[in-house]
Each structure stands twice: as structure tokens, then as C-alpha cells.
């Protein structure tokens, strides 16, 4: 009887152990080794690199972040987006691999703490702001002119001025350049307009027409020319 209530204490601290181990909050870490990228609509890039058993990384805090991936992982293999009115919309790409499998995400939210992904992955600061923003790199077109990138020599959320006359004192006349190939974005402003397109190749195509050179439309309101901008 003496050894039957030790083999049984022995197994209920066994049960015991067992169920305080899975209890929520204790979920194993898993390996991983993931790259987030996001670039906003109106301009700028930010990159994220975490790393998972052990955890390390630029994130705010790894550690929860690995934790947050372990109990869902659809965190970077489907983030789900969140829409919030504003003019803050980014294009998110996640690739690495997670748990011994490739992951490669691709998709479209706002950039808010609201969506998962930056919430439970510490991507922002504490006004909602991206942590680590990467150096953008600048291109330049002359005013009536077009000029053509080569590929990787612009990209996605990098910026692109006209260069207007130096007695401008308003608004720069800028584009960023856009995250799908072969989409154009057009912009006006005092001195003219703008328009940047990326090719199929990943050359940024920029031109920029003065206001002067825009014709009028019956009720006297400027037009782009026909043809205009060039899309090659």
C-alpha cells in the first residue's frame, strides 16, 4: 500500500508539473530568422531583423516578440491589416524562415500600432512611429525634363525633386518613388507637375513639366498634355 501512494504522489506531481509547464504565457520559443520591410505610401522605408531561439534583434523587444510569434505564428506568415482613415498606408513584405520553413508575406496596411505585426512585434515607437528607418536616397529632374534611374538605383519609398528655379519658396515639387512596378503616381503643385513611374526592369522614370507648359481645358483649368509624361 506504502509503494502504491508513492507511484501514484509521483505521478499526480508528474500531471502537475505537466500542466503548470503548458500553462498560458509558457509557449516554447521557436527558430526563426526574419527580415520586415515597410514602406509607406507617402515616402520613407523601414526594416526590421529578428532573430528566435535565442532571440536577438533591432525590434524593441525581441524576447516578446519571439513569444508573440511562437503562440501565432500567422503574426508574419498572414498579418492580418488594419485600416484606420489616415493617410499613413505602407507596404509590408516579411521574408526569412520560421520553425525550418520559408516565409514570404507580401501586403498592404496602414502603418499603425493598431495592426498586430507592429503591436505584438514592437516595430514602433512610442508616438506610433517606425524604430528604424532606413537612409532614403534622393533623385533629381530638371524642370521640362525626363530623366530615366537605372534599376536598384531608386527604390520603392525613395524620393524624387524637380528642380525648380531658385526663387521658389514653397512646397517642394517631390514624388516618392511607388511600390508596384509599372505604376505611375502624377503630382501638382505651384511650379508644374510631376509624375514618377517605375518599369518593369525597376527603372524609375521621372519627369517634370513647368505650369506654363500646361494646356487649358474649356473651363480654363490646366490638362496634362497628351502624352505626357513619357512612359519610356
Avoid at 110 to 127: E, F, N, R, V
Avoid at 176 to 202: E, N
Wanted: glycine fraction near 12%; hydrophobic fraction near 40%; include cysteine.
Amino acid at each position: 500500500m506504502l509503494v502504491l501512494l508513492v507511484v501514484v504522489a509521483a505521478v499526480a506531481a508528474g500531471i502537475g508539473l505537466t500542466i503548470e509547464l503548458s500553462a498560458p504565457g509558457s509557449v516554447a520559443p521557436v527558430p526563426a530568422r526574419l527580415t520586415v520591410l515597410a514602406v509607406r505610401d507617402n515616402g520613407g522605408r523601414a526594416i526590421f531583423h529578428l532573430r528566435c531561439d535565442p532571440a536577438g534583434g533591432d525590434v524593441a523587444d525581441p524576447a516578446k516578440a519571439c513569444a508573440a510569434i511562437a503562440a501565432q505564428p500567422s503574426l508574419v506568415t498572414d498579418p492580418q491589416p488594419f485600416y484606420d482613415g489616415g493617410n499613413n498606408g505602407a507596404y509590408f513584405t516579411i521574408a526569412g524562415r520560421l520553425n525550418g520553413r520559408p516565409v514570404h508575406f507580401s501586403g498592404e496596411s496602414d502603418w499603425t500600432p493598431q495592426m498586430q505585426l507592429i503591436d505584438k512585434l514592437g516595430l514602433a515607437g512610442p508616438h506610433g512611429q517606425p524604430l528604424h528607418l532606413e537612409p532614403s536616397r534622393h533623385g533629381f529632374v530638371g524642370l521640362n525634363q525626363t530623366r530615366t534611374f537605372a534599376p536598384g538605383a531608386l527604390r520603392p519609398g525613395d524620393r524624387v525633386t524637380c528642380r525648380v528655379h531658385h526663387g521658389y519658396q514653397g512646397l517642394p515639387l517631390a514624388l516618392s518613388v511607388p511600390i508596384h512596378r509599372g505604376f505611375g503616381i502624377t503630382r501638382g503643385a505651384a511650379p508644374g507637375v510631376i509624375a514618377v513611374r517605375v518599369r518593369d526592369d525597376g527603372a524609375v522614370i521621372a519627369s517634370c513639366l513647368a505650369r506654363n507648359r500646361l494646356p487649358l481645358d474649356k473651363r480654363g483649368r490646366t490638362i496634362l498634355p497628351p502624352g505626357w509624361p513619357p512612359g519610356h
